[in-house]
């Protein structure tokens, strides 16, 4: 059976400290690993991650995958409150393009 | 200008009574979802249709019944409705045989609160 695990589940850190997300994985026939920012209202798309070891980057985000090992982080720089949110990792997998879940990692910046 | 959009974003009901729930997607995608949160904000997937076609059906009671009239819909019948169906539904689309072939988007949701 395919398998999310991410780590931590919660964390709380000060403005502008650096934070590093883990998501871990089980997969038959891997896709994608992609991972979601969900805040009050419905998940944004951050990043999709095919291949090992290119690290993708949008402002303070970046991502990177390794294959060889199944897992996936996403670091955050220089956080701020607006970074509050659900990171969410999901795996696309399977002979249907089926999408596995992680339970998230809820992260507080406080000012 | 919306992507993707649910109606209603709200819902209170009864329970034993059928609602339903309606998606729309202007992005011309191929592939719709819909997805369940529970109240621990676990996103689970309940269906996906691929060109009208039912092609991800998880473990949902028959309850529930998703209708796709054409590629740009997709409604979620609910029967019989019980306490434990309240919780967020999002819609979502993708244009799965493209690249990037996994990107989904979401509609804004639509809470539903079974009384």
């Known amino acids: 059976e395919d398998k999310v695990v991410q780590s931590p589940l919660s964390l709380v850190v000060h403005e502008g400290d650096t934070v590093t997300l883990n998501c871990s994985y089980e997969?038959?026939?891997?896709?994608?690993l992609l991972w979601y920012k969900q805040e009050k209202k419905a998940p944004t798309f951050l990043f999709m991650l095919t291949s090992s070891g290119i690290e993708k980057k949008s402002g303070r985000l970046s991502s990177i995958l390794d294959k060889k090992e199944l897992f996936s982080i996403l670091n955050i720089t220089a956080t701020q409150t607006g970074d509050s949110a659900i990171y969410l990792c999901v795996l696309s997998g399977g002979s249907n393009y089926k999408l596995t879940f992680g339970k998230g990692t809820l992260l507080t910046v406080n000012p | 200008d919306t992507a993707v959009s649910q109606t209603p974003k709200y819902l209170v009901t009864q329970m034993g009574n059928d609602k339903s729930i309606k998606c729309e997607q202007n992005?011309?995608?191929?592939?719709m979802y819909w997805y369940k949160q529970d109240s621990k904000k676990f996103l689970k997937i309940m269906f996906s249709?691929?060109?009208?076609?039912?092609?991800i059906n998880e473990t949902v009671p028959n309850r529930f019944s998703p209708k796709s009239p054409d590629k740009a819909h997709l409604n979620l019948h609910i029967n019989s409705l019980e306490l434990g169906d309240s919780a967020v539904y999002f819609c979502?689309?993708?244009?799965?045989?493209?690249?990037?072939?996994?990107?989904?988007?979401f509609g804004p949701g639509t809470r539903l609160t079974v009384l």
């Open positions: 979502a689309s993708s244009q799965v045989w493209t690249s990037p072939p996994d990107t989904q988007y």
């Open positions: 249709y691929n060109n009208k076609e039912l092609i």
């Open positions: 992005l011309g995608h191929d592939t």
């Open positions: 997969v038959t026939n891997f896709r994608s």
